[in-house]
C-alpha cells in the first residue's frame, strides 16, 4: 500500500486557536495545490465556530514561502495566468474575509505570494532573519494575488512603489519601521509569541470582533475588489509579453537576463488604460 502523503498546510487546535502550518518542504513554493490545501484548511476554519483566532505559520527553518512556482507560472499564455492569479487572489482574499483575527508568524524568506499571503493577514509577527519582498518585476511581471492593492495600504503609495518598482528584499527591521510588521521576535519564541496574542484575542467577544475587522477593512479597502480585478487584468497580459517569458525562463536557468526595450504600442498599455482613473468627463486623465 502507498503511503498518504503529508499534508501541505497543516491544522492543529491551542484550545480557541487554530494553527496552520505551511508545510511544502524545503521553502514552502506556493504551488497550485499547496494554494488549494490552505484555501481548504481555512474553509475548515471559517465553517468550526469554535476557532476564534488564527496562526499561520511555517514548518520550513529557511523560508515562511519563497514565493510562486515559476516552472508553473513560466508558460503560461493570458488565459491560464488569470486562472493561475485568480487562484492566488483567491487564497489571499479568504484569509483576509475570515471572521476571525489571522496572525502570521513569519520567518526566513517571505517574498513574491509569499508576502502577499501576509498582506492578507490582520497582523504579521517576524524572526529577525525573515526578508519581505515583491520582485515579480524581476521575472517581468508584477504581483498577481493582491500586493499592489494591499501593500500601499500597509506603507502607503511611496515606500510601495518601491518595493514593486525594485524588487527589493526588505528586512525584518524595514518592514517593523514601514508598518508591515507588527512585532519582530526571537525565532525560537516566534509562534509562541503569535499564540499568545491569538489566545488574547480568542477571549474576546466574537461578533464584535468580526465586525471591528469588517468595519476597519471597510475603511481602508472599500475600492478593493475593483483593485483585485484591476491589479489581475494587468498580470494577466504581461503573460503576452516577451519579458516574461525571457525573465521566468532566465529564472530556472539560474542566468541573467536583459529586459527589451519598451514598446510604446504594447497591448499591455491598453488594459484597463494607462490610468486606472477615467476623469468625471469620461476621458482619460492627462
Not at 520582485?135 to 504581483?143: F, T
Not at 519564541?189 to 464584535?208: I, M, N, R, S, T
Amino acid at each position: 500500500m502507498s503511503e498518504t502523503p503529508p499534508p501541505l498546510v497543516r491544522l492543529e487546535r491551542r484550545g480557541p486557536v487554530a494553527l496552520l502550518t505551511l508545510d511544502a518542504p524545503p521553502v514552502n513554493v506556493l504551488s497550485a495545490p499547496v494554494l488549494d490545501a490552505l484555501v481548504r484548511r481555512l474553509e475548515e476554519v471559517r465553517a468550526d465556530g469554535s476557532v476564534r483566532a488564527v496562526v499561520l505559520a511555517s514548518a520550513s527553518p529557511k523560508a515562511f514561502a519563497a514565493g510562486a512556482n515559476i516552472r508553473e507560472m513560466a508558460p503560461l499564455g493570458p488565459a491560464e495566468a488569470r486562472a493561475h492569479g485568480a487562484r492566488g487572489q483567491g487564497a489571499t482574499t479568504a484569509i483576509e474575509r475570515l471572521p476571525v483575527p489571522v496572525i502570521a508568524a513569519v520567518n526566513g524568506v517571505c517574498l513574491g505570494g509569499g508576502c502577499e499571503i501576509v498582506l492578507a493577514c490582520d497582523f504579521i509577527f517576524a524572526s529577525p532573519d525573515a526578508t519581505f519582498g515583491q520582485p515579480e518585476v524581476n521575472l517581468g511581471v508584477m504581483p498577481g494575488w493582491g500586493g499592489t492593492q494591499r501593500l500601499p495600504r500597509r506603507v502607503g503609495t511611496a515606500q510601495a512603489r518601491y518595493w514593486i518598482y525594485t524588487g527589493r528584499s526588505v528586512s525584518a527591521v524595514e518592514a517593523l519601521e514601514q508598518g508591515v510588521v507588527l512585532r519582530v521576535v526571537p525565532r525560537e519564541a516566534l509562534v509562541d509569541q503569535a499564540l499568545a496574542l491569538a489566545q488574547e484575542l480568542a477571549g474576546k467577544p466574537a461578533d464584535a470582533l468580526a465586525a471591528a475587522k469588517y468595519s476597519v477593512q471597510f475603511a481602508v479597502d472599500r475600492g478593493l475588489t475593483i483593485g483585485l480585478a484591476y491589479e489581475l487584468r494587468r498580470w494577466e497580459a504581461l503573460f503576452a509579453t516577451a519579458d516574461q517569458k525571457e525573465g521566468m525562463r532566465a529564472f530556472l536557468e539560474k542566468r541573467g537576463w536583459t529586459p527589451a526595450a519598451r514598446d510604446p504600442s504594447s497591448p499591455t498599455a491598453a488594459v484597463g488604460g494607462a490610468d486606472p482613473h477615467p476623469s468625471a468627463s469620461g476621458r482619460r486623465k492627462s
